[in-house]
RNA sequence: GCCCGGGUGGUGGAAUGGCAGACACGGCCGCCUUAAAAGCGGCUGCCUGACAAGGCGUGCGGGUUCGAGACCCGCCCCGGGCACCA
């Protein structure tokens, strides 16, 4: 039996099958030629001879993937296949493009793969590495495949190791504001000019002296121990219920001994700089939120008989309005001021009912501790707190001022301590009307004003700041602070010291090793990399995740023969202790972008002329960077703040002349997509869904309808592979552009996608006979009309491609392609230019039909159409006549029509209309519109 | 609570203050076909209407303007971020 469908489609058609065939030989091609290599201007990758050698260069990256075992869903290339359009594009246009790509392929899954399976994270790893590329080559995307690598290739984390040893060879100096060499430091103290205490240190002392300057440093405090992961974690990675990012596991505050990244010393730079870079706002808001700068002043408080309670406040214009203190229920001075009985004048409410200040603190310290913090901000409202029994000195009038504790005051934050100044601020008002303190203004309010004012005015009940306006009085006080000895200028930041060490397996091992004293040693750069060991137990020791009182483990710890090492490191042979954290996972993608510029460079991290090159600054004072970072906005604190810090101190060092990784940033929207639930509430497969009048049906029960995610569990995954094979990849990259705008989040119908099949076969029909296979294109020239059409489109098709518009770019060339349509003889002359401006979304097909158009070789780097302008002007222009509004006529002029005529044309097209009435006012846009009132 | 985005046909989405709904999906009709699929052509915001035509329309209410989806004021809803940060 003859198979019907196969005997009635044209042999020649464009389907899914042709496709296949197209797309494999042009991604073959490719791979052969290098077309998509990229010259350096020095160095291994340095090419002369190529056709972009030493042209302007674009550098254009995506947020690199971490390779999972689930491989790829048509959602994860939306951002690739939009960079590889828009490079593809600056390609033909001139410029020398780099577009790379490469894996973060440390981190949890495949450690905890390796737990369950017994398999080593190295194996994992790669066979999840090769399956991305593959999927990534059959979607044609044109990488440079000599810049490729995985943060876990040791060739690439032997760099990584570098540049921590950069970091822990330097220190802030705060007043350059910048990192220094290490070595620096310690010859500031040998030169006595940080003190004479230097030379009374024992080697030992020194040490630790120095090490208390180090941009990475081990320090004991609290950090983030979250049992259920075994780890510790960054404060960015855990959420603001207090839970781990990853697991969603309780995370407990322990005092331990880890690794931090001093990143709170780059605080003003990381804020101040957020203005040089091309970023959505949204994103550098974030930003300067997390790192929470927030400038005023430390006033000191005399209390008790020499005692001393240093507040930090933004505003010191306020001072005299402070009635009363607050200390965080944990501030250390508590038991210091704490007195042995209420003294004379005590407020009743004001002692929690308890007999001593002693009970009530130890009372109101045992309910704040036993609040989680979600508590705690739950019922934020309602202040609660209790006095000490103490009194403090205001120091600018001396006025007598309660001191209380109470937990709306963090002990984690400035000083854990504050000046309440009720009159001026919402939660000191709460707290005063609760506790019935008195409240003194010290702005004056608008009439009538009820509750804390926080606006701008005039100071008063100042005494001698009175009428001064806010910022005025907060400058003359902080120099009034520091003429008398009670204050100074202070800047605090939200932002806290990076932790950098995790109890993991599967990250890279720390060039460090500790002596007899304990303290840490660098590696010299010749003993990199330090390659991950290989053990038998890959995890970490888990516990109980609400069982706080645990001690991490490290698995490298357990590796006896690797932990202790016999080195020479100068002193002859001796005996050392390696470091067995590993680093985060962020680590590796912090610098990434520095690597694909020069990937196989044995000697440096990268060449500077190199990094000059594609990351440079362009005028004084530029940034530099990577000129388009594309991904999603869920890294718009976390990675993009730790590679800022990284590539700051390596440009503090002279490693980099760009003082920003990412000069401008792009977030790509996601795509998302229904799933179904049976009234079970189970899963049901998402393709098996038909829809009837609004109602969903799977077979024939009804089920529910939700949206978001793609993933295996809820049973609505679609690939890219499916995509490829059932339409092929071209059709597949066309549709994920022509959905919608690229920053948008958007469903995901499969369905749809046959409309981006439908257009790409109308073009290869203009070129290519279905029947017969022939080239139908002829040389006769366009006429004019369509000519104008073509350019017309050109024209608009670039501007969209610069802004990324792909969407209207695509609908403007479907356009052209049904306009050419119809047309009698297709005419190499818009052929040409649209196949050219096609190869950007459907390269391969574009590819196929340069080729059937008589060239030989690649388009790659065939110059992108440039529209005539003298195409660009309309032989004739309509205009709508609009009528009180409402249009009610046209009329056809030539565009040079002088005013006058164009509006005796436009009332004469609506006489009718006016029906005699006499026109108020006319107003004629040129070019646009006539618009008449009456 | 505060700060950002965003609300346009059945759906995804277009529109420098100037003809709202480009382009596409879906739907309806037609051509081709014994038939179906594919392909091709037409129609498709809503309401009234046989047609012609008219009215209403960009979350809601006001305003500015000859003219507002876009600008201003006040609300509502959705998404995201922050949340006692002194």
Redesign the pocket.
């Known amino acids: 039996m003859v198979k ?2 196969e005997t ?2 044209p042999p020649f ?1 464009y389907t899914a099958a042709l496709a296949d065939e197209i797309e494999l030989r042009w991604q073959a091609f490719w791979a052969e030629h290098g077309t998509f290599r990229a010259p350096n201007p020095v160095g291994e990758l340095a090419d002369p001879a190529h056709p972009r050698a030493g042209a302007p260069k674009l550098h254009v990256q995506d947020m690199f993937p971490y390779p999972s075992g689930a491989g790829l869903h048509v959602g994860h290339p939306l951002g690739y296949i939009g960079t590889d359009c828009y490079t593809r594009y600056q390609r033909q246009a001139g410029y020398n493009v780099l577009h790379p790509m490469g894996f973060d392929a440390f981190g949890l899954p495949a450690e905890q793969y390796a737990v369950q399976t017994g398999t080593h994270p190295a194996v994992t790893t790669a066979a999840n590495v090769e399956r991305y590329k593959k999927q990534l080559r059959r979607l044609g995307l044109a990488y440079d495949d000599r810049r490729s690598f995985s943060t876990t290739d040791p060739e690439y984390y032997r760099w990584t190791q570098w540049i921590f040893l950069q970091v822990f060879n330097s220190w802030f100096d705060p007043e350059l504001r910048k990192a220094r060499p290490i070595s620096e430091l310690i010859a500031s103290f040998e030169a006595g000019e940080r003190g004479a205490e230097w030379a009374t240190l024992s080697p030992a002392e020194r040490r630790k002296v120095i090490d208390d300057h180090r941009l990475a440093y081990v320090s004991e405090a609290p950090v983030n121990w979250c049992p259920g992961l075994g780890t510790v974690l960054a404060n960015e990675e855990v959420t ?1 219920d207090g839970r781990s990012e990853r697991g969603n596991f309780p995370v407990f505050k322990r005092s331990l001994k880890q690794w931090m990244m001093r990143i709170t010393a780059y605080g003003d730079r990381l804020v101040e700089d957020l203005d040089t870079l091309d970023w959505p ?2 994103v550098k ?2 930003q300067r ?2 790192i ?1 700068r ?1 400038k ?1 002043a430390h006033v000191d408080f005399p209390v008790g008989g020499d005692g001393v309670i240093t ?5 010191p214009d306020t001072l005299f309005g402070a009635t009363y203190m607050v200390l ?1 229920p944990e501030h250390e001075l508590v038991d210091a001021v704490v007195p042995a009985a209420w003294p004379e004048g005590t407020k009743q409410v004001w002692t929690g009912g308890h007999a001593t200040p002693a009970e009530a603190v130890a009372a109101y310290r045992a309910e704040a501790a036993a609040k989680t ?1 979600e508590e ?2 739950a ?2 409202k309602v ?1 609660t707190g209790v006095f000490t029994g103490a009194y403090a000195e205001n120091p600018v009038n001396g006025a007598r001022v309660p001191v209380f504790i109470a ?4 002990a984690g ?4 301590a ?2 309440a100044v009720p009159g001026q ?1 919402e ?1 000191d008002w709460a707290f005063a009307e609760v506790f019935e303190l008195p409240i003194i203004r010290t702005v004056a309010a608008p009439e009538g004003f009820e509750g804390a004012f926080t606006g701008e005015g005039p100071a008063i009940n100042s005494d001698w700041l009175d009428g001064k306006g806010v910022a005025e009085a907060k400058a003359a006080m902080i120099e009034w602070l520091e003429t008398n000895g009670k204050g100074r200028g202070a800047t ?1 930041y ?1 932002l806290r010291d990076w932790l950098f060490s995790r109890q993991r397996y599967w990250g890279e091992p720390f060039p460090i090793v500790y002596d007899e004293t304990g303290l840490p040693i660098a590696l010299p750069d010749s003993m990199l990399p330090v390659e991950l060991p290989d053990v038998d137990d890959f995890s970490p020791r888990t516990f109980d995740p609400e069982d706080a009182d645990t001690e991490p483990e490290t698995p490298l710890s357990r590796k006896k023969d690797w932990v202790q090492v016999e080195l020479d490191l100068g002193d002859g042979p001796k005996t050392y202790t390696r470091e067995t954290n590993t680093m985060p996972q962020w680590a590796g993608s912090c610098w990434y972008e520095l690597r694909y510029l020069d990937p196989q460079n044995q000697q440096k991290m990268v060449d500077p002329a190199n990094e000059a090159y594609w990351m440079g600054p362009r005028s004084e004072g530029d940034c530099g960077g990577v000129d388009l970072y594309v991904g999603g ?1 869920e890294h718009a ?1 976390l990675h993009l703040l730790y590679a800022r810090f990284w590539h700051k101190v390596l440009f503090d060092l002279g490693h980099v002349s760009s003082f920003e990784p990412f000069r401008k940033l792009f977030n790509q929207g996601y795509i998302q997509a229904y799933a179904f639930q049976d009234d079970r509430g189970f899963y049901v497969p998402a393709e098996e869904v038909v829809e009837r009048d609004g109602k969903y049906f799977y077979g024939s029960q009804e089920v529910t309808r939700s949206y978001g995610k793609m993933g295996k569990s809820l049973k609505n995954v679609v690939t890219p592979d499916e995509m490829c094979e059932q339409y092929g990849a071209d059709t597949f990259r066309v549709y994920e552009m ?4 690229l920053d ?4 995901w ?1 499969t ?2 996608v ?6 790409l ?2 073009v290869w029909r203009l070129v290519v006979d279905e029947e017969t296979g022939a080239v139908r294109v002829t040389d006769e020239p366009l006429d004019p009309k369509t000519r104008k059409t073509l350019h017309r489109i050109i024209a608009g098709v670039r501007e969209d491609l610069d802004e990324l ?1 792909f ?2 770019a ?2 403007k060339l ?2 052209l392609t ?1 306009t050419l ?2 047309l009698p003889a297709v005419s190499r002359e818009a052929v040409e230019p649209l196949v050219l401006m096609l190869s950007p979304f459907a390269p391969h097909l574009a590819e196929e039909l340069w080729g059937k158009l008589g060239h030989a070789g690649t388009l790659a780097y065939v110059d992108f159409p440039v529209a005539d302008p003298a195409q660009l002007v309309a032989d004739s222009v ?1 205009y ?1 006549v ?1 009528v ?4 009610r006529g ?1 009329v056809e002029v030539s565009p040079d029509t002088a005013e006058a005529d164009v509006r005796a044309a436009a009332l004469e097209a609506v006489a009718e209309v006016l029906a005699g009435r006499d026109p108020k ?1 006319v ?1 004629v ?1 040129k070019g ?2 006539v ?1 008449v ?1 009456v």
């Open positions: 019907m469908s009635e489609t058609r603001p706002e949204p808001l974030m939120n997390w929470g927030s005023g507040v930090f406040t933004t505003r965080a913090d705690r901000t019922d934020g202040k937990d709306y005051v963090l934050y400035g000083t854990g504050i000046m601020d939660r605090t939200r906005v604190v022509a959905m919608g705008p948008v989040s958007r469903p119908e369905r749809a046959v409309g981006s099949q439908r257009f076969q109308r518009r969407n209207t695509i609908a479907i356009e049904n349509t119809p309509t709508p609009q009180n509004g409402k249009v046209r006012k107003i846009v646009r519109l618009s009132v």
